[in-house]
């Protein structure tokens, strides 16, 4: 049992009031999932030319204290990127020019301690060990601000309480997946993709599903292909919450086993696993509440 969030704003003037609406609704899912929690934040995206990744330092030993100032010299001295960092805790965003590939190995080759998080020109990711209310607090949730987001609960069931398999999941660039659920097949959905050169960094099952559909995309998908495959090759049962940085998309198995609950108005489109995280959002007495029915794909631009 995991508890899944997200948060739409189709009224430009609330983005810089996503965190402080999300945070309610993260910690509003604490019964459904209290080991670990995260989030994906989309902002405005970077230039053609730039891009960002979220960088998890919590398993170095230095933790909250890592020096990223010296880890950007070091990155900046090493290929002309103009790298930047903006650190909160024991994450941080670092932005550049240049492939967020060449980067990522120079980073994993520097300190294999870190954990790299998210990568592209839109996303922003945090997640970590601990109740929601702790991970919001730790990383100053409530101020971040945006175009829409995707958070989770945790309750682990099928592998380990650790900071890489908390919620959401990434592959490629800007886009992630969280997921409340179990599959019956992610062994088989990794003999698939490790043959086409897909490498897989946990044993979670979620990240089979997230990287299913990734690669979907990246072979010319568009999102509804990828879905509509994604019915077809996972097996399980499970509600899925994806965002691009266009969009946001909500998915659940053909039982709908797994709760959901939509709130929509004409500022927002709101996601949660049950009702009493969006009993605080503005105007809710107003909006369209409805449950998803299964095997359809709901998919709102942002």
Not at 171 to 186: I, K, M
Request: charged fraction near 20%; glycine fraction near 8%.
């Amino acid at each position: 049992m995991c508890g899944i969030v997200g948060l739409l704003l189709k009224n430009s003037a609330l983005r810089g009031q996503l965190g402080e609406l999300m945070v309610p609704m993260l910690i509003g899912m604490t019964e459904r999932g209290p080991d670990s929690a995260g989030l994906a934040v989309f902002t405005e995206t970077l230039p053609q030319s730039r891009r960002k990744i979220s960088v998890y330092a919590g398993l170095t030993a230095q933790a909250d204290a890592y020096d990223w100032a010296a880890l950007v010299e070091a990155l900046n001295a090493a290929m002309p990127i103009q790298a930047q960092a903006s650190a909160q805790g024991n994450h941080a965003v670092i932005h550049f020019e240049g492939s967020s590939a060449s980067v990522n190995a120079w980073i994993k080759a520097h300190d294999p301690r870190l954990h790299l998080l998210s990568a592209g020109r839109s996303i922003e990711l945090y997640k970590d060990i601990g109740t929601p209310s702790d991970v919001a607090a730790r990383y100053g949730f409530g101020e971040l601000t945006g175009s829409h987001l995707v958070g989770h609960t945790r309750m682990a069931t099928e592998s380990a309480v650790t900071p890489d398999r908390a919620h959401p999941f990434t592959a490629g660039e800007d886009f992630c997946l969280v997921h409340n659920g179990s599959l019956s097949n992610p062994n088989g959905i990794r003999r698939m993709l490790e043959p086409r050169g897909i490498r897989f960094e946990t044993d979670n099952d979620t990240e089979a599903a997230c990287r299913f559909l990734e690669w979907r995309l990246r072979e010319g998908d568009t999102l509804h292909e990828a879905l509509r495959k994604g019915f077809e090759a996972l097996d399980g049962f499970y509600t899925f919450l994806m965002g691009t940085p266009t969009e946001l998309a909500l998915i659940r198995d053909p039982f709908a086993c797994k709760p959901a609950v939509v709130a929509e108005t004409d500022d927002y489109v709101a996601i949660a696993s049950e009702f009493r995280s969006l009993a605080h959002l503005p105007d809710i007495k107003h909006a369209h509440v409805f449950e998803p029915a299964p095997e359809e794909m709901y998919v709102w631009k942002a």
